[in-house]
C-alpha cells in the first residue's frame, strides 16, 4: 500500500488498485438467512442502475488493506457498528445520503457523517445480518428514512477507528423507493441532506484536511460543509476504486477546528 496521508481513522488517502486473488463467494450467498425467517436480510445486486456497476464490483474485489491501516484486532476488541452508505439519484444524477451531527454533542460535533451507530443485540450477529439491520435500523433513527425503500447491495470489509474503539461496517444502499428524510433529533442531528456524486468527484471540491495534531486525510467541500475523517475516507476510496476519481490537488489543505 503506498504511505500517503491518513486521516485519524487510518482510512487510506492512497492505494493501489485492486488485487485479484483467489475467487469470493457472492455476497449475496454470504448473508443469507433461512428462508423461514421472515425478517431476514438479503444483500442483492440484481436490478441496480447501470451506473451502480463499478461499485458493485469494486465493492466485491477490495480488500481490507486496500481501505485502512486499521483493522479489527484479532482478539475481538472493539464495538461493533455499521454505516449506511446509500446511493439515490436526484436531479442532478447519483447521489448519496450524509447527516450532520448536532454542534452540541461531546463527540464529533458538527461533522458530516453516513448515518448509523453501534450495534444493538436485537441487529442480530455481527458476523452476518447484524451490521445490515443495524445500519437501516439507525438511518431510519436518524433521518427518518424507509427501510424498506433501500435495497442492499454490498457491504464494504470492517474497518476499525482506534480513538473511539469502533469496528465498523459499512453498508452499501440503493435508494430504489426514495422516502422523505430530515431531522429525527435535533439533539443529535443538525441536518440530512444529499450530496451529487458529480460534486464528490469534482477536483475543485476536493481537499486534504489537516487535524490539529497533524493527521492528514481527504476530504471535500461539498453542500456548505467539510466532509472529512472516516466518512470521507471510505467515499474517497469507492470513488478511487469505483474508477470515478478524477485527478486532484493534494496540496490544497484546509485546516480542522481544534475541537474536532
Do not use: N
Not at 487510506?12 to 436480510?41: I, K, M, N, S, V
Not at 471510505?234 to 490537488?249: M, Q, S
Amino acid at each position: 500500500m503506498t504511505r500517503g496521508a491518513r486521516d485519524e481513522s487510518g482510512v487510506a488517502q492512497a492505494a493501489a488498485p485492486p488485487q485479484h486473488g483467489e475467487p469470493q463467494a457472492p455476497y449475496e450467498a454470504r448473508f443469507e438467512t433461512p428462508y423461514e425467517d421472515p425478517d431476514a436480510l438479503r444483500v442483492s445486486s440484481q436490478g441496480l442502475p447501470p451506473w451502480l456497476d463499478p461499485v458493485v464490483e469494486a465493492v466485491r474485489t477490495v480488500r481490507p488493506t486496500q481501505l485502512s491501516r486499521f483493522l479489527p484486532p484479532e482478539d475481538g476488541r472493539g464495538r461493533q457498528s455499521a454505516v449506511l452508505v446509500l446511493f439515490g439519484e436526484g436531479p442532478r444524477g447519483p447521489e448519496l445520503l450524509l447527516m450532520e451531527r448536532a454542534g452540541t454533542l461531546r463527540s464529533h460535533a458538527g461533522q458530516p457523517s453516513f448515518p448509523g451507530g453501534a450495534l444493538d443485540p436485537e441487529d442480530g450477529d455481527p458476523h452476518t445480518t447484524g451490521p445490515l439491520r443495524a445500519a437501516l435500523r439507525e438511518a431510519e433513527e436518524e433521518t427518518g428514512l424507509d427501510p424498506s425503500g433501500v435495497q442492499i447491495f454490498g457491504v464494504l470489509p470492517r474497518l476499525y477507528i482506534p480513538v473511539s474503539e469502533f469496528v465498523v461496517t459499512p453498508v452499501l444502499g440503493w435508494w430504489r423507493d426514495p422516502s422523505p428524510v430530515g431531522v429525527v433529533d435535533p439533539a443529535e442531528t443538525a441536518r440530512v441532506f444529499t450530496v451529487p456524486v458529480a460534486d464528490l468527484t469534482d477536483p475543485d471540491h476536493r481537499v486534504m484536511a489537516v487535524h490539529p495534531k497533524g493527521h492528514l486525510g481527504p476530504a471535500f467541500t461539498v453542500e456548505s460543509a467539510l466532509v472529512w475523517g472516516f466518512t470521507a475516507g471510505v467515499i474517497d476510496r469507492i470513488l478511487h476504486f469505483a474508477g470515478w476519481e478524477r485527478p486532484w490537488d493534494r496540496s490544497r489543505q484546509v485546516p480542522l477546528d481544534w475541537r474536532a
